[in-house]
């Protein structure tokens, strides 16, 4: 095991799985992945906090689901000040090299919560750092891995209003035209927080070659994604070979300084996940194998959290 990795996941679905099963942080009396215990255990030093709407909440609902969730996590920060403070700009992410407790900076998966795109900086202001413009399905600004629309001018409107916030612009979930339309727009380091190779695992959600060597291009960095549709390279039960084997494809496509984790653990039921991984408390076995594998410990670091760090420095 490396001494003092830094683990960044770029893509925890927290709030949404705490409200949706209405169950403890602390101690859960229902199956999940994500507890402040199982962080701590992990080693986890930042996490991209997700705000998720599911899709039986859109339309009526969107809103009031998004801001629950952000209200959640003013309580977690709060509750659990001594143990998670919430990271909103560059000294807050020199804070996390001195400081013990773990980081959340959000993340919001599909942006329908946000109305119009003015009004944008009023997430901002929650503490929004991160945006992907679309879920699998269509709104009023993109679409999703599931339709086949382009932006719309508010989702232009809203990818220029990101710039100027330095919002960074995430690109999973987003079909191929709206990937290729946003990723012209977006003027920071854009990234795809969870994310797998589509030569590997043809599945819509997974991005193509020049998709990923579009990112790379511009510095941002694909999280490999450990949910196991997204996984599978030829068994119907992924293992971390086949997280190995997405990470180093991206590797060997792009480069080691391009490629990082974002689980999406409580985005579905631990059986949806390698069966290495049954909590984040597990993530640091990735590391691990990894190492075996032949990695060395520098290229480890990059992959474990170093990569979005360095896209977080320059975008915040």
Partial sequence: MLNNLFIVDAHEDIAYHLSYFNRDFISP???????LPWLKKGGIRLVFNTIFVPLECKPHK??????????IYDGIYKEHKNDIFQVKNDGDLSRLEED??????TLIEGADP?????????????????????????????????TDSGLTKEGIELIKRMND????????????RCFWEAI?????????????????????RNLRDDQLRAISERGGVIGVVLYNDFLRTGSENPTLEDIFAHADY????????????????DGAEADDFPKEIRTVADIPKI?????????SEERVRKIMGGNFMRVLRDNL
Avoid at 29 to 35: H, N
Avoid at 62 to 71: G, H, K, N, W
């Fill in 184 to 204: 012209e727009l977006t003027n920071l380091v854009p990234i795809a927080s969870h994310s797998n190779a589509r030569t590997l695992t043809d599945h819509p």
């Fill in 114 to 146: 946000i109305e119009k795109p003015e009004n944008l900086i009023e997430f901002y202001e929650r503490g929004v750092r991160i945006l992907g413009l679309a879920w699998n399905d269509q709104n009023q600004y993109a679409s999703g891995s599931d």
């Fill in 100 to 105: 013990s407790r773990i980081g959340f900076l």
């Fill in 287 to 295: 590391a691990e194998f990894f190492l075996q594998k032949g990695y």
């Fill in 62 to 71: 969107t809103v009031e689901v998004a801001l629950q969730q952000l209200s």
């Fill in 29 to 35: 009396s229902i199956p999940c992945m994500i507890t």
């Fill in 250 to 265: 991206v590797i060997n496509l792009c480069g080691e300084d391009y490629v990082g984790i974002g689980s999406d653990l």
């Fill in 165 to 176: 916030l330095r919002i960074t612009l995430d690109l999973s979930h987003l079909n191929e």
